[in-house]
Protein backbone atom coordinates (compact mmCIF):
# COMPACT_ATOMS: atom_id res chain seq x y z
CA UNK A 1 0.00 0.00 0.00
CA UNK A 2 1.33 3.48 -0.95
CA UNK A 3 1.33 6.24 1.65
CA UNK A 4 1.17 9.70 -0.12
CA UNK A 5 2.46 13.03 1.47
CA UNK A 6 2.02 16.34 1.22
CA UNK A 7 -0.25 18.30 -1.07
CA UNK A 8 -2.48 15.41 -2.83
CA UNK A 9 -4.64 16.89 -5.69
CA UNK A 10 -8.01 15.22 -6.53
CA UNK A 11 -11.46 16.35 -7.28
CA UNK A 12 -12.38 17.19 -3.83
CA UNK A 13 -9.10 19.73 -3.39
CA UNK A 14 -9.28 23.62 -5.80
CA UNK A 15 -6.57 26.47 -6.00
CA UNK A 16 -6.73 29.49 -7.15
CA UNK A 17 -3.50 32.29 -8.05
CA UNK A 18 -4.15 35.76 -7.53
CA UNK A 19 -4.15 37.47 -11.34
CA UNK A 20 -2.44 40.57 -9.31
CA UNK A 21 -0.28 39.90 -7.11
CA UNK A 22 0.34 36.01 -7.82
CA UNK A 23 -1.12 34.78 -4.12
CA UNK A 24 -2.23 31.39 -4.08
CA UNK A 25 -5.19 29.57 -2.32
CA UNK A 26 -6.22 26.14 -2.49
CA UNK A 27 -8.07 24.24 0.05
CA UNK A 28 -10.99 21.61 0.28
CA UNK A 29 -14.01 21.84 -2.18
CA UNK A 30 -12.73 25.31 -2.37
CA UNK A 31 -14.41 28.01 -4.93
CA UNK A 32 -14.14 31.79 -4.95
CA UNK A 33 -15.53 33.73 -2.25
CA UNK A 34 -15.13 35.41 1.16
CA UNK A 35 -14.19 32.07 2.74
CA UNK A 36 -10.99 31.89 1.03
CA UNK A 37 -10.25 35.70 0.54
CA UNK A 38 -10.24 35.55 -3.20
CA UNK A 39 -12.75 36.74 -6.37
CA UNK A 40 -13.08 35.68 -10.00
CA UNK A 41 -15.31 37.79 -12.75
CA UNK A 42 -17.26 36.15 -15.46
CA UNK A 43 -13.88 36.25 -17.44
CA UNK A 44 -12.03 33.84 -14.64
CA UNK A 45 -9.48 36.40 -13.37
CA UNK A 46 -8.95 35.69 -9.98
CA UNK A 47 -7.53 37.98 -7.49
CA UNK A 48 -7.33 38.57 -3.73
CA UNK A 49 -10.57 40.23 -2.25
CA UNK A 50 -8.26 43.13 -1.02
CA UNK A 51 -7.54 43.50 -4.54
CA UNK A 52 -11.56 44.17 -5.15
CA UNK A 53 -11.36 46.74 -2.22
CA UNK A 54 -8.24 48.34 -3.70
CA UNK A 55 -10.41 49.06 -6.87
CA UNK A 56 -13.45 49.61 -5.25
CA UNK A 57 -14.02 53.56 -5.39
CA UNK A 58 -12.89 53.50 -9.35
CA UNK A 59 -14.79 50.45 -10.60
CA UNK A 60 -18.01 51.11 -8.27
CA UNK A 61 -18.48 54.23 -10.63
CA UNK A 62 -18.71 51.91 -14.20
CA UNK A 63 -22.21 53.03 -16.01
CA UNK A 64 -24.91 50.67 -16.36
CA UNK A 65 -26.02 52.02 -20.22
CA UNK A 66 -24.17 54.29 -22.87
CA UNK A 67 -26.30 56.98 -22.91
CA UNK A 68 -25.10 60.55 -21.56
CA UNK A 69 -26.94 62.06 -18.96
CA UNK A 70 -26.23 63.81 -15.45
CA UNK A 71 -25.52 61.09 -13.72
CA UNK A 72 -24.66 63.33 -10.29
CA UNK A 73 -28.16 64.31 -10.58
CA UNK A 74 -30.47 61.88 -12.01
CA UNK A 75 -30.67 58.35 -10.56
CA UNK A 76 -31.89 56.92 -13.61
CA UNK A 77 -31.49 57.60 -17.47
CA UNK A 78 -33.84 59.50 -18.78
CA UNK A 79 -33.64 57.33 -22.02
CA UNK A 80 -33.74 53.35 -21.17
CA UNK A 81 -34.22 53.78 -17.37
CA UNK A 82 -31.82 52.08 -16.10
CA UNK A 83 -30.13 52.70 -13.05
CA UNK A 84 -26.96 55.60 -13.32
CA UNK A 85 -24.25 53.10 -12.04
CA UNK A 86 -24.33 49.45 -11.59
CA UNK A 87 -23.95 48.36 -8.00
CA UNK A 88 -20.80 46.25 -7.22
CA UNK A 89 -22.58 45.02 -3.56
CA UNK A 90 -25.50 43.41 -5.56
CA UNK A 91 -22.78 40.25 -6.94
CA UNK A 92 -21.29 37.35 -5.35
CA UNK A 93 -17.95 37.06 -5.24
CA UNK A 94 -17.67 34.27 -7.88
CA UNK A 95 -19.98 36.01 -10.75
CA UNK A 96 -18.49 39.18 -10.48
CA UNK A 97 -19.24 41.37 -13.72
CA UNK A 98 -16.66 42.16 -16.23
CA UNK A 99 -17.51 45.59 -15.52
CA UNK A 100 -15.91 45.49 -11.90
CA UNK A 101 -12.85 43.61 -12.61
CA UNK A 102 -9.58 45.97 -12.56
CA UNK A 103 -8.12 43.32 -14.86
CA UNK A 104 -11.03 43.30 -17.76
CA UNK A 105 -11.26 47.40 -16.65
CA UNK A 106 -7.85 47.04 -17.92
CA UNK A 107 -6.40 49.01 -14.53
CA UNK A 108 -4.38 46.31 -13.84
CA UNK A 109 -3.17 42.81 -16.07
CA UNK A 110 -2.77 39.26 -15.69
CA UNK A 111 0.93 38.59 -16.31
CA UNK A 112 0.12 35.77 -18.30
CA UNK A 113 -2.45 37.44 -20.87
CA UNK A 114 0.63 40.17 -20.93
CA UNK A 115 3.33 37.80 -21.65
CA UNK A 116 0.84 37.09 -24.50
CA UNK A 117 0.17 39.98 -25.59
CA UNK A 118 4.08 41.64 -25.42
CA UNK A 119 4.68 38.25 -27.70
CA UNK A 120 2.55 39.03 -30.45
CA UNK A 121 2.91 42.73 -30.50
CA UNK A 122 6.87 42.85 -29.75
CA UNK A 123 8.09 39.87 -31.79
CA UNK A 124 10.52 38.72 -28.53
CA UNK A 125 10.11 35.19 -28.49
CA UNK A 126 9.78 32.98 -24.97
CA UNK A 127 13.26 31.08 -26.09
CA UNK A 128 15.02 34.14 -26.45
CA UNK A 129 14.00 35.52 -23.01
CA UNK A 130 14.53 32.36 -21.29
CA UNK A 131 18.33 32.15 -23.20
CA UNK A 132 19.21 35.45 -21.44
CA UNK A 133 18.06 34.17 -18.01
CA UNK A 134 19.70 30.55 -18.71
CA UNK A 135 22.86 32.74 -19.16
CA UNK A 136 22.32 33.80 -15.45
CA UNK A 137 21.85 30.31 -13.88
CA UNK A 138 22.19 27.33 -15.50
CA UNK A 139 19.91 25.10 -13.93
CA UNK A 140 17.02 26.83 -14.50
CA UNK A 141 14.11 24.80 -15.98
CA UNK A 142 11.49 27.37 -16.93
CA UNK A 143 10.81 30.85 -17.79
CA UNK A 144 7.73 32.83 -15.43
CA UNK A 145 5.00 35.02 -17.38
CA UNK A 146 6.32 37.93 -14.61
CA UNK A 147 10.48 37.30 -15.92
CA UNK A 148 9.36 37.41 -19.48
CA UNK A 149 6.82 40.84 -19.36
CA UNK A 150 9.46 42.66 -17.10
CA UNK A 151 12.12 41.59 -19.80
CA UNK A 152 10.35 43.08 -22.55
CA UNK A 153 9.34 45.84 -21.21
CA UNK A 154 12.93 46.49 -19.98
CA UNK A 155 13.72 46.11 -23.70
CA UNK A 156 10.92 48.99 -25.23
CA UNK A 157 11.24 51.43 -22.15
CA UNK A 158 7.81 50.03 -21.25
CA UNK A 159 5.84 51.15 -17.86
CA UNK A 160 2.37 49.69 -16.66
CA UNK A 161 0.90 53.12 -17.12
CA UNK A 162 2.19 52.87 -20.94
CA UNK A 163 0.81 48.90 -21.55
CA UNK A 164 -2.84 49.85 -20.00
CA UNK A 165 -3.38 52.96 -22.05
CA UNK A 166 -1.91 51.03 -24.76
CA UNK A 167 -4.59 48.24 -24.13
CA UNK A 168 -7.69 50.57 -23.62
CA UNK A 169 -6.33 52.65 -27.04
CA UNK A 170 -6.23 49.49 -29.44
CA UNK A 171 -8.89 47.35 -27.66
CA UNK A 172 -11.94 49.37 -25.56
CA UNK A 173 -13.15 45.91 -23.81
CA UNK A 174 -11.60 42.82 -22.72
CA UNK A 175 -13.21 41.12 -24.94
CA UNK A 176 -11.71 42.41 -27.95
CA UNK A 177 -8.64 42.12 -25.88
CA UNK A 178 -8.63 38.51 -25.38
CA UNK A 179 -9.82 37.85 -29.16
CA UNK A 180 -6.61 39.22 -30.39
CA UNK A 181 -4.29 37.19 -28.15
CA UNK A 182 -6.55 33.74 -27.95
CA UNK A 183 -7.13 34.14 -31.55
CA UNK A 184 -11.09 33.34 -30.81
Not at 37 to 57: I, P, R
Not at 70 to 93: I, K, N, Q, V
Not at 109 to 122: G, N, S, V, W
Not at 142 to 158: M, P, S
Amino acid sequence: MKTRCGFVSNSSTSSFTCDICGEEYSGWDASPGPDYGCVSCENEHGFCESHLEDYKAEMSKIPLCEHEFDRDTCEFCPECGEPRWDDLSEYSSYELPSAFCPVCQFVTYAEHEMAAYLEKTRKITRDEVFAKIKEQNRRRRKLYDGEYVTYVCEKFGLTDDILLKELKDTFCTFDKFAEFIFNR
